[in-house]
């Protein structure tokens, strides 16, 4: 019987354009780094060991939410103490609270015997997003699950998680350090859409969806486009407009704003690819004075995962 696991739970974008709530990938790169220890003391008791000076009361935390949930499914008296390394820095918009909340119910699950499905580990874990956002959402949740690429049915009344084939393709990803509140980024989506509009999203995820599984490059750049959400984001991220021309020109497929932002994603063929694309955004946002971070890296195969067992 294991007393205590190390996991590593990746970062990873939401949305993909027009997948709003529902399409979401995992990237190799940034990762949070979550210890999950048993504990003599029913419950769950947590501890960052990063700067970011986020709450440990269990109630109030993204890890501390899911756990909680995962809990009243457990054998009676079980309890978890956790130690979390953010790599992933919050408000970032690659699936910070995501990566903490999955990481945590992936190493409890670990210590359990793996009792628990990943559809079911992926249900404790959106009330962690919960916490975050105050919405049980799973487009960040699913593929720090599954790893790779994953649609995302239905939420209510019952969980319905689609994992599907991703074929090879290199993400940048480029974070202004600047931060926008998922909470926030809510707040300016519209109440309703003109049907014409929808019907051209609703294509747009089809196309999306088919281009991932068929390995259509050209039919993915097609798709990576959103009507909805990323018209009424864009505001809250400045230099957006002008950093997708230049990715474009540089020879991305397509992109757009990372789950709420304030980071930018671009789906590439190639690494050398990528990584011109990373330089391109990153003059747009070093023209405007604003620090970046870029990463560039495959989709991920995995989620979170156990990587050292005690």
């Not at 599954?146 to 599907?164: E, I, M």
């Not at 309703?192 to 609703?202: D, F, H, I, K, Y």
């Amino acid at each position: 019987m294991l007393d205590s696991v190390l996991v590593h739970a990746p970062a990873t974008i939401a949305n993909l354009g027009c997948g709003f709530d529902v399409l979401g990938l995992a990237l190799t790169a940034p990762y949070d780094v979550v210890r999950v220890s048993r504990s003599a003391t029913p419950g769950v008791q947590i501890r960052h060991l990063d700067h970011y000076k986020l709450p440990t009361d269990p109630a109030r935390n993204v890890a501390g939410g899911a756990l909680l949930t995962l809990l009243r499914h457990a054998p009676a008296g079980t309890g978890f103490a956790v130690e979390i390394t953010k790599g992933i820095m919050p408000g970032s918009g690659v699936g910070s609270s995501a990566a903490s909340a999955a990481g945590a119910v992936v190493g409890a699950n670990a210590l359990l015997g793996n009792m628990f499905t990943p559809m079911q580990l992926v249900d404790f874990a959106m009330d962690g997003e919960a916490v975050a956002s105050g919405a049980r959402h799973a487009d960040n949740i699913a593929p720090a699950i599954y790893g790779g690429f994953t649609l995302v049915r239905s939420v209510a009344p019952t969980l319905d998680v689609v994992p599907l084939a991703a074929p090879p393709l290199w993400v940048t990803v480029v974070h202004p350090q600047i931060e926008v509140k998922t909470a926030d980024a809510r707040k300016v989506l519209p109440t309703s859409v003109p049907l014409n509009r929808a019907v051209r999203q609703w294509a747009n995820v089809g196309g999306l969806v088919a281009g991932f599984l068929t390995a259509d490059y050209e039919l993915i750049g097609r798709s990576l486009e959103d009507y909805i959400v990323e018209p009424a984001r864009q505001p809250l991220i400045p230099g957006l407009a002008e950093a997708r021309r230049q990715a474009l020109a540089a020879g991305a497929l397509g992109g757009g704003i990372s789950g709420s932002g304030p980071s930018v994603f671009m789906l590439n063929v190639t690494e050398v690819t990528a990584q011109e694309v990373g330089a391109a955004m990153g003059r747009v946002f070093a023209a405007l004075g604003i620090d970046f971070r870029v990463y560039v890296g495959p989709i991920a195969t995995q989620g979170a995962r156990v990587v050292e067992e005690f």
